[in-house]
């Protein structure tokens, strides 16, 4: 997420600097220690035992899935590719580990919004649906040529991710902050006359019902990500050192 770098180091949003890029591939990312003057790592540990305090993961739900049980044992993460919290085995086990090592992982709203307020209704009253509608441009779901727009998928968050693991982690966020991976449902739609990423989120609970529609200008400087995703990643580092705790 491009912005996030240039936001942090340059524009001081977050109040923080990047010290430490882990990557796979040094020769890609040379130009980022000479830009922001960061250090570059292709080793974990010696990533995780350099000037950092915290660990901010945007790569894969794969790569978060091989990387956070070692990251969380040494410091807290804030990650995006919330995915990788589909596999309920790593889930359990990533809680223990934070426990044991009291350490936190943060999950961004991502491009949606309304987490807040479905946490509340869920732990502490009832919710009986959790439903999520996505709409996306048809060339970032499927290489087949729509000419009018298509269900590409109905079913549940759990197997939205696996099926979609670039497309659709809001599911998951959406699924750890209410009824749970099974019972979450999605539709996801190719549609070939948007260019924005449209999330509509639409809860029924004992509260009442909530509907919650976002429509996702693209990242500029990485077109296939929404722009809100990237603000939710640097907004939620810059409220951990905030005093007054909104939400
Ligand atoms: N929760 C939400 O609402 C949203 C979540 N996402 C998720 O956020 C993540 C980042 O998205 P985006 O910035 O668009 O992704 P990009 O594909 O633009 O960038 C991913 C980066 O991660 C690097 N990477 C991938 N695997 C590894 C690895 N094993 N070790 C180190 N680096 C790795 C890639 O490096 P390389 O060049 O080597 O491939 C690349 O630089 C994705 O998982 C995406 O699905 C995105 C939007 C919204
Ligand atoms: O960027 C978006 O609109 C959402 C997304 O890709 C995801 O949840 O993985």
Do not use: C
Not at 15 to 42: A, D, H, P
Not at 52 to 60: L, Q
Request: proline share 3%.
């Amino acid at each position: 997420m491009g912005v996030s770098i240039t936001e942090i180091n340059q524009n001081n949003h977050a109040q923080m600097q990047i010290m430490s890029v882990y990557v796979r591939n040094k020769e890609k990312y040379e130009w980022l220690e000479t830009e922001f003057g960061v250090k570059l790592y292709t080793e974990l540990e010696s990533f995780l035992t350099s000037n950092i305090d915290i660990v901010v993961e945007a790569a894969t739900v794969e790569a978060a899935q091989n990387l956070l049980p070692t990251i969380i044992k040494h410091m807290d993460i804030v990650l995006i590719s919330i995915g990788a919290l589909v596999d309920e085995s790593l889930l359990q086990r990533v809680i223990e580990l934070a426990e044991a090592h009291q350490h936190n992982i943060h999950l961004p709203s991502g491009a949606i919004g309304g987490l807040d307020l479905l946490q509340n209704a869920h732990s502490l009253a009832t919710v009986q649906t959790v439903a999520l509608t996505t709409r996306k441009p048809a060339h970032s779901l499927t290489n087949e040529k729509l000419n009018k727009e298509k269900v590409i998928f109905k079913g549940t968050a759990q197997e939205a991710i696996k099926q979609f693991p670039k497309n659709i982690n809001v599911s998951i966020a959406l699924s750890l902050a209410g009824l749970g991976i099974k019972q979450t449902t999605v539709r996801l739609i190719a549609d070939p006359d948007i260019d924005k990423n449209i999330h509509q989120v639409d809860v029924v609970g004992d509260f009442g019902e909530a509907s919650f529609v976002v429509k996702n200008n693209p990242l500029p400087s990485n077109p296939k990500t929404s722009y809100s995703a990237a603000l939710s990643l640097l907004g939620t580092l810059e409220r951990l050192v905030q005093r007054i705790k909104i939400g």
